[in-house]
């Protein structure tokens, strides 16, 4: 899937790789209006239900100060996971039980996806099929169902979606948390929301499927070579 490559001061914007390890085809640019989404929803106060108050009345996005076309680099410390874990923990109500084995799956068509069209087009959701129409901003970050929402301090690369024909949100963030905490944070959230869950796995990516009414959902977690967390959260009819 094509990434968005960070800026980073004094040095040259490198792609970033796709999930399997190939070189994404071409890299999007970021336009200030999307750099402010993604530094939005990359601020504790996105996802961290104690600074809501400082949140302008809880406005989906809040912005504040000079906004940088380049994206932020993401912190990968033990504090930033330790905050993120917290803030999914207090999202979910505590300790998030276990997840069920996984089923096993051929994660192929979902690895080598490098668009969002192209990962809309492998989750086969309500609306893949209007996978090619979807224009690409930060904002439709913001348009996913709560139980779907980035990962608490995620740090989003890049956002598809469309409204046009269908409804569409295709969403590609990083998390320096481990894959089996989103992964647990995820099957929490939507079994809590009364959506069906499905979990499977080849052993290195992670999938949950299911849908709710007219509603269906992808969430692909796998590891990627930086030891980070890459997720790809598709939906479609919301």
């Known amino acids: 899937m ?4 960070a800026l980073l001061p004094g040095a040259c914007a490198a792609l970033l790789l796709a999930g399997c390890g190939g070189a994404a085809k071409d ?7 999307d750099a402010a989404v993604i530094d939005a929803l990359a601020d504790p106060i996105m996802s961290d239900p104690e600074l809501a108050s400082q949140n302008e009345a809880h406005a989906a996005i809040a912005v504040s100060g000079p906004v940088s076309a380049a994206l ?8 930033a996971v330790d905050a993120a874990r917290d803030a999914a923990a207090r999202l979910i109500g505590g300790a998030p039980a276990a997840v069920p084995d996984a089923g096993p799956t051929d994660l192929t068509p979902f690895r ?6 192209q990962m809309a087009v492998a989750a086969r ?6 996978a090619g129409r979807v224009s690409y901003t930060a904002r439709w970050a913001t348009m996913l169902p709560e139980p779907l929402s980035v990962y608490p301090r995620g740090a989003v690369d890049e956002a598809a979606g469309s ?11 990083r998390s320096p948390v481990a894959v ?15 959506f069906t869950v499905e979990h499977a796995s080849d052993g290195a990516g ?12 992808v969430v692909y977690l796998r590891p990627n070579e930086d030891g980070l967390t890459a997720a790809d959260v598709v939906v479609g009819g919301v």
């Open 180 to 194: 089996a905490d989103v992964l647990a944070f995820y099957y929490a959230r939507l079994r809590s929301a009364r």
């Open 125 to 130: 959701v309500p609306g893949s099929d209007c």
């Open 206 to 217: 992670h999938l949950l499927r299911g849908r709710q009414g007219g509603t269906g959902y």
């Open 112 to 117: 080598e996806a490098m668009t969002a069209a």
């Open 163 to 173: 409204d046009v024909g269908c409804r569409l949100r295709i969403v590609h963030f």
């Open 72 to 79: 932020p680099p993401i912190e990968a410390g033990d504090g």
């Open 2 to 5: 094509v990434r968005i490559a």
């Open 27 to 33: 890299a999007a640019r970021v336009k200030p209006d």
